[in-house]
């Protein structure tokens, strides 16, 4: 049995590298082969890679130990749901999870309509060429499907850390992200190589770029939440270099949609959208792949291998070689001549663009410093979160500043002082909102101020902007998606800095029966409780939170000791308030009168994440808003 | 020169000169947050006392992790040669344990001791941070 189903999943793999072959003829110039359409042999390259992918999730259920995947990752007492996501939690599933989701592009790329047929093949035989390379590179150095001869009775299990509900979909979100910019490569190399870069270029690649520009954003959200609840350091976001590899290929992500809508829209800004688009699909590959082979350091990182990290880099330095000599190329056949007014949208936009570069720089500057010190010099070192907090705040008030601006400028030209009279109701009622705000809690902080009081503002004009309120119906207006993108970045900024500023933390030596107090929650500590569960013992800790004698709810933070691997893990217990979270993580006990508590006030958490929900929510509406409406208003 | 090249060329400089204002910036900015890390030994023969932030890393020397109550805790790292005593208020991680890999982040004092403000948490029993098995490989205390 085990060895039939290595043979089928084996012989998929070579189907899928056949037909990636056969796909990519068109790069070629070979047409003569027609027996099957271009969209038929997509679907069966598809069907190939899904069939072996069910094939790698019936090994990880019945919990076959005859191959070396499911030894080493599962477990026969594990839950369904984390033998499932045991799937994609190590390098090789997560592999042909990744392909998987490259041929379901390739496919549903084959099957759209909005190309001319030349252009469809072109890039289908592109985008196969990058799948004949990771099928190559899965078969060779990392196939899922290895067969051991030994009989184990059971696995090794996984890590518990990563026996988590929302770590079971973040990996599938986020690659879906990283892989939709795959085909947003494929789309610039094939307008590279027939010089069609423009507004009909962009009318294609736009709902693709929204699409995956979403699933990264949903990602790496997941990612810190995760982060947030799980780990119980308090925070959300901590630079560490694995999420900051998630962070750079969002940025450029961010900077090229915009890109895309410019060229839709006033067809210039040709080159720059390439390099973009190549750009972002690099780090997406740095970023899946870097992170999986260990080179970096972090508590994500599972198994590091060099020979597969040699590869990644080799694969990486080939795709940037020959895409930016191909741009190169023909950078001056894409490019028309433009020209556009200084006080237009144009320049609003090309100039956050540069900020999004500048912060990119700042980021990848303190992710890559610390492994070239620890090369050159030997010297290990880490780069303090202070160090991007110091170095990104100029550069995201000038962005907020921008990205209020731009969109109140037209496409042609504009009048500064016309806007500013326009915006005045807005400019006084935040300027006074802030005002008072500062003076109640106390903040005087300058450029606290200042975020806060942009981020207002850009919450407010960029609502305003989308919606049309006459009399009595409210008429959604075709860049709502952006509009509400917009706003949920300013609830999201207004958030952090609030965050920031009012965050509370304090730790305990707790006796049963005590009460603990920060600021003016009291937390009374109930009781202790040992309990067996089916894969772990668990300490459970029971606390009442109360404000001004109101009750607000139960604690019961949690610490788990797994048996395999030998692990212990802490769960957090978080009483979410509409304003603020209280969070509490216990300490394992190390004697017997007393617990360590760790009491976390944490404000704006919910309004954080409505922020976050709002700017995926805006991308995904500007993917599926009706692409007719834009190339109606293209003509303009 | 044509006059687009001149124009191309005084735009390439201009914002080649702004880029490079600007990564310095960056650059002086990082020098000043970054964190070293040092090995027992390293610290010692450095001498790195004062009022700058350093990780320190090596193994909890056993029986030597003391606990005076409010969540005060004294323990030793060593790699094997030096020793170094560190006085630690807050949370263990749940992994701490004596003979384990750990990695502190505070200040080394002028009387030998260290202040942590951090102990850094790691998720899997068998994870031992790298620059701990580094420092370990150069002392001889590593075995594959």
Redesign the interface.
Known sequence: MSLALNYIANSLLILCLITSIIQSRFLFKIQDYNLFSISQISAIQFLSILVSFFILIFLFITSDFNFDLVYFHSHSEKPLIYKLSGVWGNHEGSMLLWILILVLFNFLFSISKSSSKEFKEITVAVQSLMIFGFVLFLLLLSNPFNINNENFNDGLGLNPILQDPLLAIHPPILYIGYVGFSLIFSLSITGLLTSEVDKKWATIAKPWVFAAWSFLTAGIALGSYWAYYELGWGGYWFWDPVENASLMPWLSATALIHCVVVLQRRNTMQSWTMVLAILTFSLSLAGTFLVRSGVLNSVHTFASDPGRGLFILMFLFIILSSSFLLFALKSEKINKPSSHNIYSRNTGIIVNNWLLISILSVVFLGTMYPLATDLIYNQSLTVGPQYYAISITPIIILFLFFMILSPQLSWGESKLLKILNEMRYILISCLTITFLTSLYYDLFNLTEILIIFLSLILIISSLSSGLNFKSTKVIVKSNFGQSIAHAGFGIFMLAVVSNAVYSQEKIYDAKIGSKLQLDEYIFDFKNIEQEEKDNFNSIKAYLSLSKNGRDLGEFSPEIRFYSDPPTITSETSIIHQFFSDVYVVMNVPQNQESISLRLHIKPFMNILWLGVIMIILGGIITAILNRKKYEENAIN | MTDTVKKRLIKFLVSLIIFGI??L???Y??R??????YSPSEIIENNQTGSQ?V?LGGLVESESVM?D???IFHFKITDGQKQISVKY????P??FAEEKGVVVEGIYMNDGRFIANKVL??????YM???VI?SLKETGKWQE
């Open positions: 600007a990564i910036i960056i650059v900015n990082l000043d947050n970054i964190v070293y890390f932030i990780r606990s109550g409010d969540s208020q807050g949370i263990l749940n992994l948490a790691k998720h899997d029993e068998n941070p790298p620059e580094k």
